[in-house]
């Protein structure tokens, strides 16, 4: 059955880095675009980064309060996307979920989340 697992989550101090993964199974990984979003209490659940599905060339993009911060990045091979973040503020603490999509559609499969809390 269709699977992702985020991991990699976990408490971190302002000014600090954490590195999501999320492992694909079950679907035609590199056929999807994927997606890292977030939901902090009480907000709406929100992109943060996508990469387009596997091909010659992917292209991403980051939503604008994490650009210059955050780094997306797919391996179709290991049917993996990941989630560098750098220069953690206390804004950025929400679950973060890998969510699989098929174009720019609404994400088809998500994953259960991973708790990110950025907290002196």
């Known amino acids: 059955q269709v699977q992702l697992v985020e991991s990699g989550g976990g408490l971190v101090q302002p000014g600090g880095s954490l590195r999501l993964s999320c492992a694909a199974s079950g679907f035609t990984f590199s056929a999807y675009a994927m997606g890292w979003y977030r939901q902090a209490p009480g907000k709406q659940r929100e992109l943060v980064a996508r990469i387009t599905n596997g091909g010659t060339t992917t292209y991403a993009d980051y939503t604008d309060y994490v650009k210059g911060r955050f780094a997306i990045s797919r391996d179709n091979a290991k049917h993996t996307v990941d989630l560098q973040m750098n220069d953690l503020k206390a804004e950025d603490t929400a679950v973060y979920y890998c969510?699989?999509?098929?174009?720019?559609?609404?994400?088809?499969?998500w994953g259960q989340g991973t708790q990110v809390t950025v907290s002196s």
């Open positions: 969510g699989a999509a098929l174009g720019n559609m609404t994400p088809r499969y």
